[in-house]
């Protein structure tokens, strides 16, 4: 019924805004279940053991007996293997994991459990415990369970064929990179960089935005002037030019042309040194989107839609502080929250009140 749904309000979504309707935003969360292992005792009650332990032994600051509490808890509760250790919104707790997509409209595109019939069907999103890094896990895990996640739901919808993708750093690996682009054949992907960019020596220095700089200022980064370029290769390529190189207009034949102001040029043309990056040999450093541009800075802003839409199920439709821990119910709470924001979608357009996609209480006031 869900994915039904989807389909359903997918031409609504792109009727009133084809721009926002053609992004996908991904991220995961969990449900926390009321159960021993998220009382705080239980964990409290594990660190006050550690910390006696680190100070009968002696041991440096270097010892991290919150960290140590963590690799030494259990993957899963007890009570409900379904119900995984998780490190979410900074603490780590016992959950029903899943992830979601939305649009930039902030509407629900699909939903995923990491159930036993998901976890089989994809086993290598699996992610063994690292006792070094609570984030690291946590990034390890969405990076893996990311493509499954996406080729499930563009193979349940071969309609929808959005351009812009938009995800956390977890996501920032060359193969994940090339996956979004070669196989799902999104044309951006905003993703912030987790390690700093590694380029080959041309000559020049990049800087940690994938930025060329002069050659004689190395922090001096190069002006942009595009992604469309017109050389003969029909190549995609992003073009730079000299930071110090302005247009000059002359009126004798009423033409345009690049003049280099510098002081100590690096190169005999007077326009000045243009660069040309070609993207697809450095995803990492070229999505598709200069990381420097406007673009990015007001897009990636719209990833938030996604975390406003987590809260709003948990909160608005009473699916987290729940005092349950069977899966069955857990699932069944968060689909039907699901499902109520898409019906609020199709009410709304149906009574033309589209400001209220997003919002039941008004709408039904």
């Known amino acids: 019924m869900f994915d039904h749904m989807v389909g359903i309000t997918e031409p609504i979504c792109q009727k009133l805004d084809p721009h926002r309707a053609d ?5 995961t969360s969990g449900i926390e279940a009321w159960m021993t ?4 005792k239980y964990a409290n009650r594990i660190i006050k053991q550690l910390k006696a332990f680190a100070k009968v032994n002696n041991l440096d600051k270097s010892y991290d007996p919150y960290k140590t509490a963590y690799g030494s808890m259990p993957t899963h509760a007890a009570s409900n293997q379904a119900i995984q250790q998780m490190y979410i919104n900074g ?8 992830s979601i997509i939305t649009n930039k409209l902030g509407i629900v595109r699909d939903i995923t459990f990491y159930n036993k019939e998901f976890l089989n069907a994809h086993p290598d999103i699996i992610v063994e415990k690292k006792l070094a890094s609570l984030d ?17 739901f563009f193979q349940k919808h071969p309609l929808i064929a959005p351009k ?7 996501f920032d690996t060359i193969e994940i990179y090339k996956s979004l682009f070669g196989e799902i054949r999104f044309e951006k992907a905003f993703i912030p960089l987790r390690v700093k960019l590694s380029m080959e020596d041309n000559g020049y220095t990049i800087n940690e935005n994938g930025v060329p700089c002069c050659p004689h200022v190395p922090l001096l980064p190069m002006k942009s002037e595009g992604s469309k ?17 302005k247009w000059q207009y002359n009126k004798a034949d009423k033409t345009k042309r690049r003049v280099c102001h510098c002081d100590n040029p690096c190169t005999t043309f007077s326009c000045g040194k243009m660069i040309y990056i070609y993207p697809g040999k450095n995803l990492r ?17 719209i990833r938030v839609n996604v975390v406003k839409s987590i809260n709003h199920f948990k909160d608005s439709f009473c699916v987290a502080n729940r005092k349950t821990q069977n ?32 919002s039941l209480k008004p709408l039904i006031a």
């Open 23 to 27: 992004m996908t935003i991904f991220d």
């Open 37 to 40: 292992e998220n009382n705080p």
């Open 91 to 98: 603490h780590f707790c016992y959950a029903y994991k899943f």
């Open 136 to 152: 690291e896990d946590k990034s390890l895990a969405d990076s893996k369970a990311l493509l499954p996640v996406l080729v499930d």
């Open 164 to 170: 812009t993708f938009l995800g956390d750093a977890a």
């Open 229 to 245: 370029s017109h050389l003969k290769s029909k190549n995609p390529t992003m073009k730079f030019v000299c930071p110090k190189m």
């Open 285 to 301: 450093g070229y999505p598709g989107v200069e990381r420097v541009s406007e673009e990015w800075k007001e897009t990636y802003k």
């Open 327 to 358: 899966k069955k119910t857990l699932h069944a709470d968060l689909l039907l929250a699901e499902i109520a924001q898409l019906v609020t979608v199709i009410v709304a357009n149906k009574i033309h009140q589209h400001q209220y996609i997003r």
